[in-house]
């Protein structure tokens, strides 16, 4: 059976389970399919720095099966070389999209522009624009900046929205920022490749990974050198020899005076995670 949710609020709003349901919960891809079955336009939320990695292939097949219109939105544009991305990506796999950074204000008018055209495709009194994406791409951010105030909860931590809210853009054009969706089994996997990739494109909070460690080590074999030269030290590309300089520099050691290698891996998956470490190979 369906999900009914029921909205409340004039400006910023939040979809609720029916009482009339007698589910006790509604998987985020359950909610992210109600958002695309209730939107007119699906804008999909990338990260900018992990392209391909931020796609939602099983999403997109759903938006195109029931005729959506579909917009690429990537975030996080002050994060990357422009030009870079340019030439090392093509693009044109994900027309129409616009490059867009909430703290720099980039694409903001670009994409306020794109969501007027594709609404006024339909001839209807209210428009909805459905926003989807994997946790941390910054949809809320992005949702902010778009409707000129702070309406959408916004976190750096994985996960944070935790309901389906709806957002007034303009006169008949209405936002829906539902929680980050991780598709395909991939919500509790323990399998390294999608632990590696959830944490490198931060869908899975540093604080929530079992192994810090062999997580740092495998973002490491992809981006040997980015980190030495972020914090200033030679590794020699050894992820032991990372921890062990950057925990005595840190003094974060254990009571024996070992260092605390769990601590310290998950000091680095925060930095990178907060955007403070340019990956180089990131638009793959």
């Known amino acids: 059976m369906r999900v009914k949710y029921n909205f409340s609020s004039k400006f910023t709003q939040k979809f609720h389970k029916s009482p009339m349901t007698n589910q006790h919960s509604v998987s985020f891809t359950n909610m992210a399919r109600d958002v695309i079955e209730q939107s007119?336009?699906?804008l999909e939320v990338l990260d900018a720095r992990f392209v391909d990695k931020t796609r939602n292939a099983e999403l997109e097949k759903e938006v195109r099966r029931k005729g959506k219109r579909l917009v690429f939105v990537l975030t996080k544009a002050d994060?990357?070389?422009?030009?870079?991305?340019?030439?090392?990506?093509?693009?044109?796999?994900i027309e129409p999209?616009?490059?867009?950074?909430?703290r720099g204000r980039v694409g903001?008018?670009?994409?306020?522009?794109?969501?007027?055209?594709?609404?006024?495709r339909f001839k209807k009194k209210k428009v909805i624009v459905g926003v989807i994406g994997y946790p941390n791409t910054g949809k809320s951010s992005l949702i902010n900046v778009l409707c000129a105030g702070r309406r959408a909860g916004i976190s750096p931590n994985a996960g944070f929205t935790r309901?389906?809210?709806?957002?007034?853009?303009?006169?008949?054009?209405?936002?829906?920022?539902?929680p980050g969706v991780i598709t395909g089994g991939e919500e509790n996997s323990i399998n390294e490749k999608i632990v590696k990739k959830q944490t490198e494109i931060g869908a899975r909070d540093y604080n929530k990974v079992k192994?810090?460690?062999f997580t740092l080590n495998e973002i490491m074999k992809e981006e040997p050198r980015v980190f030495d030269k972020f914090y200033g030290v030679n590794s020699h590309e050894d992820v032991d020899v990372l921890l062990q300089t950057l925990g005595e520099k840190w003094n974060f050691l254990k009571k024996?005076?070992?260092?605390?290698?769990e601590r310290t891996a998950r000091r680095i998956l925060r930095d990178w995670q907060e955007g403070k470490i340019i990956p180089h190979k990131g638009n793959s």
């Not at 994409?111 to 055209?117: C, D, H, K």
Request: charged letters at 30%; zero cysteines.
């Open 79 to 93: 994060l990357i070389e422009i030009k870079e991305l340019k030439m090392n990506y093509d693009l044109t796999k």
């Open 40 to 42: 007119d336009v699906i």
């Open 211 to 213: 192994y810090p460690d």
């Open 97 to 102: 999209y616009v490059l867009f950074s909430a």
């Open 256 to 261: 024996k005076g070992e260092v605390d290698t």
């Open 108 to 120: 903001r008018s670009r994409l306020r522009e794109l969501i007027a055209v594709e609404a006024s």
């Open 163 to 178: 309901n389906i809210q709806k957002i007034k853009f303009r006169n008949g054009v209405y936002i829906l920022d539902s």
